[in-house]
């Protein structure tokens, strides 16, 4: 089965912004002294170190019901971006759109309503439960820096997580262009990764998307992590 990341499209006519940017603000004054956002915006933040190895944390986090504004020209669709926004938590889902979702084999996942002016539809963050790098199979993975256009790839040997760790010390730029996973989570129709920042969708998820009219979307056909299994 082949699989591929969605992304948010940045085309103008899609979204109705011209610089591509997020779709909806997010307003967060009226809740910033409440207990419940704070504990979920501390958990949800690139300062927490821990977040993937304490992910069960999540299912205790109630947060207060997100509110946000269309930003001036922005057109509704099923998955918008949205700003500031939320660490892990990068996209705005309509209720259709999640609906679908649940419809498959997507794992375990977290919901948390976002509501936004004067748009009738509820829209949510998700969350999906991510496999964490420990689980990757970095020897069957490739790792690489530089751009296939301009003919400077450079790949490089790692066999384990401990050399992942010290070539992401030495060489931040190094990126995935193949993950490996264990086989166990073949079949599955969304996969979360640590270390990929959108998730893997299968094939036939991907096509009852678009046979649906889910608007917002772009698929990565040609510029996806290849997701492999072994």
Same mark, same amino acid.
């Given at each position: ?6 992304? @948010?499209?940045? !085309? ?21 002294? $409440? ?16 977040? /993937?190895?304490?992910?069960? *944390?999540?299912?205790?986090?109630? =947060? =207060?019901?997100? @509110?946000?504004?269309? @930003?001036? +020209? ?18 705005? &889902?309509?209720? +259709?759109?999640?609906?679908?979702? *649940? ?5 375990? /996942?977290?919901?948390? =309503? ?5 748009? $009738?539809?509820?829209? &949510? ?7 964490? +790098?420990?689980?990757?199979? /970095? *020897? ?7 751009? *296939?256009?301009? !003919? ?50 299968? $094939? ?24 492999? /299994?072994?």
């Amino acid at each position: 089965m082949k699989y591929y990341q969605i992304f @948010r499209s940045a !085309e103008l006519k899609v979204i109705g912004i011209k610089d591509g940017t997020s779709q909806v603000e997010l307003i967060t004054k009226d809740m910033l002294s $409440e207990s419940s956002f704070i504990d979920f915006d501390n958990h949800f933040s690139g300062s927490n170190k821990v977040f /993937f190895q304490n992910q069960d *944390k999540i299912d205790s986090l109630l =947060p =207060p019901i997100f @509110r946000g504004v269309l @930003r001036k +020209r922005a057109f509704v669709t099923d998955l918008m971006q949205y700003g500031q926004v939320f660490r892990h938590l990068y996209y705005l &889902y309509s209720e +259709r759109y999640i609906n679908i979702l *649940k419809t498959h084999n997507i794992g375990e /996942f977290n919901l948390f =309503p976002f509501k936004i002016e004067n748009v $009738e539809n509820l829209y &949510y963050l998700l969350f999906v439960k991510a496999i964490p +790098r420990e689980e990757i199979i /970095f *020897k069957d993975s490739l790792l690489y820096t530089g751009q *296939k256009v301009l !003919e400077n790839v450079k790949y490089y040997d790692v066999n384990n997580l401990q050399q992942y760790t010290d070539l992401v010390a030495t060489t931040p730029l190094a990126t995935f262009e193949k993950i490996a996973i264990s086989k166990e989570h073949s079949g599955k129709d969304l996969i979360s990764i640590q270390g990929a920042a959108n998730y893997f969708y299968s $094939e036939k998820l991907v096509d009852f998307l678009l046979d649906c009219g889910i608007t917002g979307l772009q698929v990565g056909y040609n510029n996806s992590v290849q997701l492999e /299994f072994v």
